[in-house]
């Protein structure tokens, strides 16, 4: 097979413009991460109490914000299902990150090792751990339980792993990255929500912005490289992804817990506009960036189309 050299891909561009160095977009992120890295355990007070009148996460994220359902909730209710709901985000940011480790691994599985390339790569995995670890010690500083994705999901991101492409892997990497990247932005100058929520969140937002970077740069490439075949399947397995990622959002046994019917709560959520445009705002970066460089097309399109995430 017809490789593409480092030279020729300097000459090759797409709707955004022409493609950049490899080494020198990783010389930069390797230098941002030398200057605005952190350490969770340090740098956030996890001895400190939660405080009393401050939500987990901004109400206006939380799922059944403006429902009827909403409506009739106390105040105390509403706040616990979003400590619930924040706890519930944090478990798929794990599962999110754990996933995108193994991907990250075998993407440079065959790279040169002394490359800056693969450097980054390996300093973004080192970036993820960190943050696995912190997302964790907040579920349990919450005292919400873990919630993990249904099992089937769970096990149909065994096979993604194992069989997703290149330019999947990165369009998927997108997907887990910068919806919630949105959201955090909104949460940690929030004053109305926890300090240590807030702190969590602008160590992610600082250091996710690097990985998008990364991975928008390397599916830009791979998008303009890789054979037709397999960018047709990036565009299929993204779709899928955006489906189970809308569907594992949340997981309905957040209701449950707090004391709501889960079927009501479920239900008014699809039915809400608000809710809608919450996870479509989210979004509508990365499904723009999609549709410039050629993902969105086709049996793809209507999958997004089809988890709320894409209008």
């Known amino acids: 097979m017809t490789t593409v050299s480092e030279r020729d891909i300097r000459l090759l561009r797409d709707a955004l413009g022409p493609l950049r160095d490899r080494e020198q977009v990783a010389e930069r992120l390797l230098e941002s991460s030398a200057k605005h890295s952190f350490d969770p355990d340090k740098e956030l007070d996890w001895d400190a109490p939660p405080e009393d009148g401050k939500w987990f996460w901004p109400p206006e994220l939380v799922s059944l914000y403006d429902t009827p359902l909403w409506r009739r909730m106390s105040e105390e209710q509403r706040m616990d299902l979003a400590r619930h709901e924040a706890a519930s985000l944090a478990s798929l940011g794990i599962w999110f990150e754990i996933i995108l480790m193994q991907l990250?691994?075998?993407?440079?599985?065959?790279?040169?090792?002394?490359?800056?390339?693969?450097?980054?790569?390996?300093?973004?995995?080192?970036?993820?751990?960190?943050?696995?670890?912190?997302?964790?010690?907040?579920?349990?500083?919450?005292?919400?339980?873990?919630?993990?994705?249904?099992?089937?999901?769970?096990?149909?991101?065994?096979?993604?792993?194992?069989?997703?492409?290149?330019?999947?892997?990165?369009?998927?990497?997108?997907?887990?990255?910068?919806?919630?990247?949105?959201?955090?932005?909104?949460?940690?100058?929030?004053?109305?929500?926890?300090?240590?929520?807030?702190?969590?969140?602008?160590?992610?937002?600082?250091?996710?912005?690097?990985?998008?970077?990364?991975?928008?740069?390397?599916?830009?490439?791979?998008?303009?490289?890789?054979?037709?075949?397999?960018?047709?399947?990036?565009?299929?397995?993204?779709?899928?992804?955006?489906?189970?990622?809308?569907?594992?959002?949340?997981?309905p046994r957040v209701y449950e817990n707090v004391g709501l019917d889960r079927r009501e709560a479920v239900a008014q959520v699809k039915a809400s506009g608000h809710r809608r445009e919450v996870m479509q705002s989210g979004a509508r970066r990365l499904t723009d960036f999609l549709d410039d460089i050629g993902v969105l097309r086709g049996p793809g399109r209507r999958l997004w189309k089809s988890s709320g995430l894409l209008a």
């Open 104 to 251: 990250l691994v075998r993407h440079i599985y065959d790279k040169s090792v002394t490359s800056n390339h693969v450097r980054y790569a390996l300093t973004e995995i080192a970036d993820e751990c960190r943050h696995s670890m912190m997302f964790a010690r907040m579920i349990q500083k919450g005292g919400a339980p873990a919630y993990p994705v249904p099992r089937v999901y769970h096990n149909m991101a065994r096979v993604l792993k194992t069989v997703s492409t290149t330019p999947g892997s990165f369009a998927a990497t997108l997907l887990g990255e910068e919806i919630l990247d949105w959201m955090q932005r909104l949460t940690f100058p929030d004053e109305r929500v926890q300090t240590l929520v807030r702190g969590v969140t602008r160590i992610h937002v600082v250091e996710e912005a690097r990985h998008v970077r990364y991975a928008r740069e390397e599916l830009r490439r791979q998008m303009v490289t890789a054979p037709r075949w397999e960018q047709e399947f990036t565009r299929i397995s993204c779709g899928e992804a955006a489906r189970v990622f809308s569907v594992c959002f949340v997981n």
